[in-house]
């Protein structure tokens, strides 16, 4: 009688996955694919950490919780930020597009280039499916170039995580500092180091 078998080998290698050494992107090639249209706009992918990552497609609810997110940041800021949604900024190995961006100075001061990291007030994912990916990957990379808060708005759980103090570009980066916000409180933003105002977790879940 045949004994069912794991396609994971022995050693434990995933069948599929190269044993070679993979060739990872700069930020300067990664920009030269797009200029020369070897990349669309049509291309569901970002660059993290050198890898070109396919972005996961967007359900209802991350649709409906973004727009609550940004409307919410806007009625709140003065005119020395702006947000902006679903848009790359450049950082020391990436280029994500991060769901909510909010950024110093005003949209035609970019004109040239994306923001970059001392740009930045604060970045936000909007996490369903990507909630990991957001809590990994995501917050090493905002961290590792120094964004100072970075927000993970949580589906699943119902909550807003704020991750603040990054630690920079060290072997290991990330924020020294997490505080969750669950229905019914108030997440403060802060800019530049002081409270501009507050979002309450329950509109953005409602």
Same mark, same amino acid.
């Given at each position: ?13 995933? +069948? ?20 020369? $249209? ?8 970002? #660059? !993290? ?10 359900? /209802? ?7 609550? #997110?940004?409307?919410? #940041? ?18 020391? &190995?990436? $280029? ?11 949209? $035609? ?9 001392? &740009? ?9 499916? %990507?909630? /990991? ?20 708005? =949580?589906? /699943? ?6 991750? $603040? &103090?990054?630690?920079? +570009? %060290?072997? =290991? /980066? ?5 505080? &969750? ?6 997440? +403060?933003?802060? #800019? ?11 509109? !953005?879940?409602?």
């Amino acid at each position: 009688m045949a004994t069912a078998t794991s396609r994971t080998e022995t050693n434990g290698h995933r +069948p599929g996955v190269p044993r070679d050494f993979i060739w990872r992107l700069s930020l300067e090639q990664y920009h030269r694919m797009i200029y020369q $249209e070897i990349l669309t706009w049509a291309d569901p992918v970002e #660059l !993290l950490e050198g890898w070109l990552v396919e972005k996961m497609p967007k359900k /209802p609810a991350h649709r409906r919780v973004t727009r609550k #997110l940004r409307q919410s #940041l806007e009625s709140l800021l003065a005119a020395a930020w702006f947000v902006d949604c679903q848009e790359p900024v450049t950082l020391l &190995d990436s $280029e994500p597009e991060p769901d909510i961006s909010v950024v110093r100075g005003a949209d $035609e001061d970019y004109r040239e280039r994306h923001p970059q990291a001392s &740009d930045i007030g604060m970045l936000a994912e909007v996490a369903d499916t %990507t909630v /990991p990916r957001d809590q990994r990957m995501k917050k090493r990379i905002y961290a590792r170039s120094s964004v100072p808060i970075y927000w993970i708005v =949580n589906i /699943p759980a119902r909550r807003v995580e704020v991750y $603040e &103090d990054p630690a920079g +570009p %060290t072997r =290991n /980066p990330t924020y020294r500092r997490r505080t &969750d916000y669950a229905m019914g409180a108030q997440v +403060p933003v802060i #800019l530049d180091g002081k409270k501009v105002g507050a979002i309450s977790v329950s509109r !953005l879940f409602a």
